[in-house]
């Protein structure tokens, strides 16, 4: 069944509640929201990181904003049933596959009970659609020689993993427990790797090739020949955006689990991709780190996702080539690095996103 939807139009006064909306993926989709004339209720703890994009951009002044931890869960509630939100992206995590090692209860707990508090908040709710974001580490990598389709088992050999796969678990159990008679749309989103200006955190390729290249330091590259399904921010948004709209039309046929990743032929090493950012930057150099620290986390070498669903069921597609987003990348740091306005030059790059975005649609 064809389910039309306009993303330009469709949201424009719409109540959407974004959990996580200080981090870098939410602060990203806090502003398309916000240009899109969404209502956005931000609930989220405090910016993760310092820098933070939340606090670059000062968005907080053009949204509801709400400090509040996902594990709170009458706190939580009480959000939802105070500002009755119609659709909801669940993207508060913990994010960092690294500090998983350190902190697994932590990670546990806000990966998988924070998704099932959300689940549990909106039964007999305003909410008509719900999308949870997970990731492309959620599926059980055992090296099979080709991307991963939303059929394929979870599993997680690491902390962090373990929790994306547990919350895809529990998202389904929901579905098919609680809302499967329902109006309300449930789906879950594994998205591969995202760059794009903004991100801080640590232990993370992109931050931290750029941290390098403002101190005028090597970068070192700890897996170079592995390969992860690389896309700019706003490709995964885009789908999010996409997806919602149709589980609220339709949430019957859309709630399910959907890939958003890029396509085969933009398959992309990290080496490749470090050497893109330097020759983009100007200068840089980098080397391959073989401290011994790094044999101990379980990394997979590659990592791929097949999103065949979504370009055909959503008229979706990755519209970025790995320069393009490694362009509109670099620029975001360098417009940071000479003290722009942060917030006038990020909604130029949604604007130019969302324009090539309807051209290739």
């Known amino acids: 069944m064809k389910t039309n939807v306009n993303i330009e139009k469709d949201f424009r006064n719409k109540i959407i509640l974004v959990t996580g909306h200080t981090g870098f993926i939410g602060t990203w989709m806090s502003l398309c929201l916000h240009m899109l004339g969404a209502k956005v209720i931000g609930y989220s703890q405090k910016p993760p990181t310092n820098p933070s994009m939340f606090e670059t951009i000062k968005i907080k002044k053009d949204i509801k904003h709400i400090i509040g931890d996902i594990n709170n869960f009458s706190k939580l509630h009480k959000t939802i049933k105070d500002n009755k939100p119609e659709i909801i992206f669940h993207l508060a995590a913990e994010s960092i596959v690294r500090k998983s090692y350190d902190h697994p209860l932590k990670t546990f707990q806000t990966n998988v009970m924070g998704t099932a508090n959300i689940l549990e908040s909106i039964k007999n709710s305003s909410v008509r659609s719900c999308i949870i974001m997970t990731s492309d580490k959620c599926y059980e990598n055992i090296e099979l020689g080709r991307s991963f389709k939303e059929s394929d088992s979870m599993g997680g050999n690491d902390p962090y993993s373990a929790s994306k796969g547990a919350a895809e678990l529990v998202t389904a159990a929901y579905r098919h427990s609680f809302f499967k008679n329902n109006k309300i749309g449930i789906a879950s989103v594994r998205s591969g790797n995202v760059m794009g200006g903004g991100d801080w955190s640590t232990d993370r390729l992109i931050p931290d090739c750029f941290r390098s290249l403002y101190q005028n330091k090597i970068i070192l590259i700890r897996n170079p020949n592995a390969v992860r399904p690389w896309q700019f921010v706003l490709e995964p948004i885009s789908g999010m955006l996409s997806l919602s709209l149709h589980l609220r039309k339709n949430p019957t046929e ?33 080397i391959k780190n073989s401290n011994k620290n790094n044999k101990k986390y379980d990394e997979a070498k590659i990592l791929t996702l097949n999103s065949t669903k979504a370009k055909k069921l959503l008229n979706w597609n990755s519209v970025y080539t790995n320069n393009e987003s490694i362009y509109e990348t670099s620029e975001w740091y360098k417009q940071y690095g000479d003290k722009k306005n942060m917030k006038e030059f990020t909604i130029k790059q949604i604007q130019k996103y969302m324009n090539k975005m309807k051209l290739n649609n």
């Open 254 to 286: 859309f709630s399910e689990p959907w890939n958003f990743g890029p396509s085969s032929s933009k398959k992309i090493n990290v080496e490749e991709i470090v050497k893109k950012i330097i020759q983009q930057w100007g200068k840089g150099k980098y």
